[in-house]
T-cell receptor, first 114, second 113 residues
Framework: AQKVTQAQTEISVVEKEDVTLDCVYE???????LFWYKQPPSGELVFLIR??????QNEISGRYSWNFQKSTSSFNFTITASQVVDSAVYFC???????????FGSGTKLNVKP | NAGVMQNPRHLVRRRGQEARLRCSPM?????VYWYRQLPEEGLKFMVY????????ESGMPKERFSAEFPKEGPSILRIQQVVRGDSAAYFC???????????FGQGTRLTVV
């Protein structure tokens, strides 16, 4: 069975602070994909990143970085120098190779205060 | 904009009415997925369809819900005799033949009053 756990329900930080959003996943498949999506107050889902299970390289994109560790089944997301516009709900998701389904975590609500 | 298009964006229905949600996949995509997001929750898989076929409906409620993806036209998620508990955001995603990527629409927010 597949499962994604985002233990942090809500996080509040002050602008310019760094913040890390945790994601732990479970799967028995050896080939899978991990994703992060941002859901701003307007409600749409904004794709941030996709990682496949064979690529453990960390990735940096501007203020965003992702740490993928298969040994701990984690795919954590860090925002450096947070901004008010980063305020949103962030979802981690898992899809096994067939892509029939995404398994979403319950989301972490990030509040960035000025 | 060649993205996944969902309409309407917002839908209000009275209890007992029918709700029809539409999803036009990205151009060239023949795989469609529907997800439901209840308030304050993550998205939950409902159904996966290819053109004219339901591949996996393991997440669909047993009654009142149905989905189709005809040869021509958008995919339709139909909810009959809606109840307040159906109030949620319904998202559609599509992928191409290789299914190596899936793109989400902006969602339809259903409110049952």
């Amino acid at each position: 069975a597949q499962k994604v756990t985002q233990a942090q329900t809500e996080i509040s930080v002050v602008e310019k602070e760094d913040v890390t959003l945790d994601c732990v996943y479970e799967t028995r498949d050896t080939t899978y994909y991990l994703f992060w999506y941002k859901q701003p107050p307007s409600g749409e889902l904004v794709f941030l990143i996709r990682r496949n299970s064979f690529d453990e390289q960390n990735e940096i994109s501007g203020r965003y970085s992702w740490n993928f560790q298969k040994s701990t089944s984690s795919f954590n997301f860090t925002i450096t120098a947070s901004q008010v516009v980063d305020s949103a709900v962030y979802f981690c998701a898992l899809s096994v190779v067939s892509f029939n389904k995404f398994y979403f975590g319950s989301g972490t609500k990030l509040n960035v205060k000025p | 904009n060649a993205g996944v298009m969902q309409n309407p964006r917002h839908l209000v229905r009275r209890r007992g009415q029918e709700a029809r949600l539409r999803c036009s996949p990205m151009k060239g995509h023949s795989h469609v997925y529907w997800y439901r997001q209840l308030p304050e929750e993550g998205l939950k898989f409902m159904v996966y369809l290819q053109k004219e076929n339901i591949i996996d409906e393991s997440g669909m409620p047993k009654e009142r819900f149905s989905a189709e993806f005809p040869k021509e036209g958008p995919s339709i998620l139909r909810i009959q005799q809606v109840v307040r508990g159906d109030s949620a955001a319904y998202f559609c995603a599509s992928s191409g033949q290789g299914r190596t990527e899936a793109f989400f629409g902006q969602g339809t927010r259903l409110t049952v009053v």
